[in-house]
């Protein structure tokens, strides 16, 4: 395998920062190999000052940015390809639409570039329509000028044009099967029982309809002793994580705030059930990540969720806080069954080696 020089584009950076595509990025290129140089330009504004300039065999590259939202992503994917323009690569991998939209700008200096597809971002509740419209604007941008295309979600690759889904590919999010926590001190700090609390993870952004887990877990006549715990935090302190954060204390519910390693395996190990209501999502992580500890889930039934096969009676119909309830009921009444799920597609070593047949196939 011919060794190769990739710079990657459209992350805040990693390890230890919230989010999908940071988490995509992370378990992606740990599991290229050794004699790959790959090079990822991260966001100071997200990054500790003293965080490590190397991560196994990556480069970290970490360059100026606001943590203003809609302008800290465009920022900063304008110096990194600045920078790609003037020190060549032999790939340049760009994750998401909103950073896609310099893909013609690299091309225009006859680049190799890789385009991973996470989701729509346009749809998300949190955008203005001046936001959208840039978004809209770098979808159009980064499919028409992209070299390759994955897309996480075959839903999605199926909506694009066929003259797009010519030069596209399917290859899924992964999850690394960590080791298993069985300290319970974590779970002490908030009074948590094991197996008898409800596990939600994610960025507290509006697609994920947190406010409508709350809703409907208060909702929900014999909890049996049962309690909800959401791990994660917002990027921006704005209204919504503000008022959530209220509705939360409000009823009782544990934030966690964003945990990763040792205690994010404390809660996924000891937990019930994981929920995800989520309106829009591209392929969650988070819900690999539970189906990788056995954890049965509730989930939306938007196509993202459904593209992992669990057994129907996981799925509610998206934005139906009664439904939602209702499997939040049925569930404590049975209590935890473990769930075995076929974890082979999303393994990220095989998703590695998917992933540097696309680059062979460019370069």
């Known amino acids: 395998m011919q060794s190769m020089k990739i710079a990657v584009i459209g992350t805040r950076g990693f390890p230890d920062v919230q989010g999908g595509v940071e988490k995509h990025c992370e378990g992606l290129y ?6 790959f140089s790959i090079t990822v330009f991260r966001r100071k504004a997200f990054i500790n000052k003293n965080a490590s ?12 940015s606001t943590k203003i939202k809609g302008f800290e ?13 003037f020190y060549r690569q032999d790939i340049v991998h760009v994750h998401n639409i909103g950073p896609g939209i310099f893909i ?10 890789v385009l991973t597809y ?24 980064a499919l028409g000028g992209a070299d390759i295309i994955i897309f996480v979600n075959k839903a999605q690759l199926k909506k694009v044009s066929k003259k797009i889904q010519k030069k596209s590919c399917y290859i899924p999010n992964g999850v690394r099967l960590e080791g298993r926590s069985y ?10 029982v094991p197996k008898k609390y409800i596990l939600a993870v994610g960025r507290f952004v509006p697609e994920k309809n947190f406010d409508q887990l709350i809703r409907a877990f208060t909702a929900v006549q014999d909890k049996k002793g049962y309690r909800l715990v959401i791990a994660g935090d917002a990027d921006f ?58 954890l049965p889930a509730i989930v939306s039934d938007i196509p993202a969720n459904k593209e992992v096969n669990l057994p129907t009676d996981s799925y509610f119909r998206v934005n139906e806080e009664s439904e939602l309830t209702e ?35 460019v370069k």
């Not at 920022?75 to 323009?85: E, K, M, N, P, R």
């Not at 013609?104 to 570039?113: E, I, N, W």
Request: hydrophobic residues 40%; glycine residues 4%; charged residues 20%.
């Open 53 to 64: 300039k190397r991560y196994k065999q990556i480069r970290f590259i970490d360059l100026f």
């Open 104 to 113: 013609p700008l690299l091309k225009l200096f006859r680049h190799k570039v």
């Open 237 to 294: 302190a704005d209204s919504y994580s503000v008022e959530l954060k209220k509705m939360a204390q409000k009823n009782n519910v544990v934030l966690t705030g964003f945990i990763k390693g040792d205690e994010l395996q404390t809660v996924l190990n000891n937990a019930s059930v994981f929920v995800l209501p989520s309106s829009h999502e591209g392929l969650p992580i988070s819900l690999l990540e539970a189906m990788s500890y056995g």
């Open 73 to 85: 992503s465009f920022f900063h994917s304008f110096l990194a390809t600045v920078y790609c323009i």
């Open 327 to 361: 499997k939040l009921q049925q569930h404590i009444l049975q209590g935890y069954q473990p769930v075995t799920y076929d974890m082979t597609p999303y393994d990220w070593d095989k998703i590695a080696e998917q992933t540097i047949e696309v680059y062979q196939s």
């Open 183 to 192: 300290q319970t001190v974590f779970l002490e700090k908030y009074n948590l």
């Open 30 to 35: 740990s599991s290229m190999p050794e004699d």
């Open 118 to 141: 996470h989701s729509t971002n346009y749809e998300h509740k949190k955008w203005n329509w001046f936001g959208k419209l840039i978004l809209k604007i770098g979808e159009k941008f």
